[in-house]
């Protein structure tokens, strides 16, 4: 038997069109060279999928070419020319390495670029018309995606993660390269459906209804009804034609049945999305909550609205100005990007005293910088934070203590991951009331087992889950919860 040849890539971000930070060329890491910047280091995402290739070529099922990958961390609209120069690395590695069998991209979904709503459309396209029809082109997606009927019609296999936080990053990529080995030996042909819900919703996999959900979604996978299923949660602060939730079923060449369970799905997830309460708490009920409840053990609170996941600066000083103003003690919060602060706490060095002016220096959605008086009380020039069992750096770091509250500072914009964001600068959390974070739900997976309460809590901010007060100007209306009552689901596009 001939061995496949196999081109492996990856280019993802994902784009909060509302955030104020751009992301250039420089905002971008990974194993690329393009005009004006080049980078041999792993980009921000997991390698599950390269990972996953090298281990096939290693057991001689594939000859893999390993393309470039390029990721940013969320923020703003991506830069005309960054995208360009990368979409055109990735072309012109593929170009070099023709004939393949098989293509493997990481993608986000939710990239958007100056000039380009749907980049994820706009590549896998550009990468079909390159290898042909014959080629298997499969993708793995984050659901937090705006999928597009471009990107079904060019990829035979585009799996998105079922898990919320993403923990599943390695059993997805192991299935688009078992699907894509199987579609390219004729064993499966690929047919797909991809519905819209009529919504935009958020789906936890901690709470029950949306576990049921997943469960179902594996059932139709594991009873040969589907070859995959992806419920597309989409991301809230993008914008595009393809904003909402939205069902993606693949079949082996049963359209209609795809037709049939991704209908299904987009109808279960509207129900799900409209019967989920929008938005969380504010400070004041989430302090209140807290006061009375006299049990033991830390509320950890989501500062959603400033999540460097979902593209925010991570400087904001909202909750910790309020915290202050209250007197509000016994209380941790972190990781909050201030690397000019960090570089002076670095210098004033461990047990110093110090007059710091903290966070509030990206804009108006960060709030005003806070000025108060702290001691240094842990530093390391390169801390990072586990998330299922990868570490994740946070740059130098530093923790600082004042008025009762432990502050986390970190110099590389990411959001709060695991513990050890704070225990690895010493910061102890058990003996706390609050302990706030910067993130939507990541933090779930390594804070809920050591929390008392987890509340997600409203307030200003780039990721605001008042979706109203955004000024979307390209999503197909109505939709709930910018409309009363979106639509009844209907298909968006199709493979087959
Ligand atoms: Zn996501």
Known sequence: MMTLRAFVTGLAQETNVFAPLPTGLRSFSGRFSVPGRSDDTAPPFPESLLLGGRRRAAEGV???????????????????VAYEALREAILSALSAALPVDMVAVHLHGAMMADGYDDCEGDLLARIRALVGADCAIGAMIDPHA????????????LIAYKEYPHTDFRERAEEVWDLLLATRAGHIRPVAALWDSGTIGIFHTSRPEVRAL????QAMERSGQAISVSLIHSFPWGDGADFGTRALVITDNNRPAADRLAQALATRARTIAMDTPNGGVSLERALALRAADTGTGPYVLADSADNPGGGAA??????????????????CIGPLWDPQAVAIAMEAGLGARLALRIGGKTGPLSGAPVDMVVTVVGLDPAATQDFAGEAFPLGAAVALHGHGIDIVLVSE??????????????VTLHDKDLIVVKSSQHFHAGFAPLARQVLYLDGPGSLQTDLAAYPYRKIIRPRWPLDAMGREPWMVGGRG
Request: cysteine-free; overall charge negative; charged content about 20%.
């Open 214 to 217: 997943v469960a179902e979604m």
């Open 413 to 426: 914009r990411d959001q709060a991951r695991g513990p050890d964001l704070f225990t690895g600068l010493g």
């Open 62 to 80: 594939v000859e893999l070419v390993e393309g470039p990958t390029a990721g940013a961390h969320p923020g703003g609209l991506v830069t005309r």
């Open 314 to 331: 991570g400087d904001s000083t909202f909750v910790l100005a309020s915290l202050l103003a209250r007197g509000v003690g016994r209380t």
């Open 146 to 157: 705006h999928v597009s009927p471009a990107m079904v019609r060019a990829a035979d296999i």
